[in-house]
């Protein structure tokens, strides 16, 4: 057993078994972005029909395992050699077996780019618990990326975990001294929770979502206060040019809400593979 673990652990063949790790857990990352928002709504049709009191239809129970992967169009169960990451979608070009109706690109993309993140942490963060740490952190910034983009939501059953997951990693001697993880979360909150309220206060309007403050929060107590002034200016630039680019070449409304989660978690992925780099640059060109 233990020349198992000294044979994982080489640097040669770590980030390998990481990668590999990576597709597979990318596969399920593509069940969480798809199903996670409908089993919340579901739970809020529950709740909402009990306060009510009012019948509710008896549906298909939806969790993360049950029922079956199925093609949305023509109810074609997934087999075991149909959800191969990656190479079960080229082997199949793209469509299904059933209907061959198209299989979105994004599937073995989340795949390939969850792979990539845990090669990119086992190159990065050695030894392993670091490594692995890093790459939990960056599989859940995937998944809540893409949960924002489609629905504009930052679900809880994420976001929260992986807030306290930073704080207990740090608490064993993780990325930041505790203290600075401590300082990071509350200060990642507060932050945003004071942007909301002045911009409310100013128009009226709602400008986020109290997720994008859990979202920082976690951030920050992964990788402590002194990268959040990174986090919100990389996040803050990001959205801007997205957003004008948006305006300006693809016709969107002003008034078109736009999610700043992917932006935030696009930001916290900077800031964990350079944001130590990049601090020291920028405090080096102002000293």
């Known amino acids: 057993m233990s020349e198992t673990l000294v044979l994982l652990a080489d640097a040669s063949v770590f980030p390998f078994v990481l990668g590999v790790l990576g597709l597979i857990v990318g596969s399920f990352l593509n069940v969480v972005i798809h199903r996670l928002p409908r089993m919340m709504e579901a739970e809020w049709h529950k709740a909402c029909a009990e306060w009510q009191g009012t019948p509710r239809q008896e549906t298909e129970t939806l969790t993360l395992s049950r029922p079956r992967s199925r093609c949305p169009h023509c109810g074609h169960a997934i087999t075991a050699l149909e959800n191969i990451p990656v190479v079960s979608y080229l082997c199949l070009r793209g469509k299904c077996r ?47 990326a893409l949960i924002d983009f489609d629905t504009q939501l930052l679900p809880d059953q994420i976001t929260l975990p992986l807030l306290w997951l930073g704080l207990l990693f740090n608490l064993a001697g993780g990325f930041v001294p505790l203290s600075s993880a401590v300082l990071g979360a509350v200060a990642g909150y507060l932050f945003l929770w004071s942007v909301y ?32 002034p990174l986090i919100i200016l990389i996040s803050s630039v990001l959205g801007a040019l997205t957003g004008m680019a948006l305006i300006f070449f693809a016709r969107r409304g002003r008034e078109v809400p736009m999610p700043f989660g992917p932006f935030l978690a696009g930001a916290g992925l900077i800031a964990l593979f350079f944001g130590a780099e990049m601090n020291r640059a920028w405090l080096g060109f102002l000293g």
């Open 197 to 228: 309220w002045l911009f409310r206060l100013a128009t009226g309007k709602e400008g986020m979502g109290f997720g994008d403050f859990k979202l920082l929060a976690a951030l920050g107590a992964w990788l402590g206060w002194k990268l959040l």
């Open 98 to 144: 059933g209907c061959h109706a198209p299989i979105s690109p994004r599937y073995p993309l989340v795949e390939i780019t969850a792979a990539l993140l845990a090669v990119g942490c086992a190159l990065g963060f050695p030894p392993i618990l670091p490594a692995l740490a890093a790459t939990v952190l960056c599989w859940a910034l995937l998944v809540l």
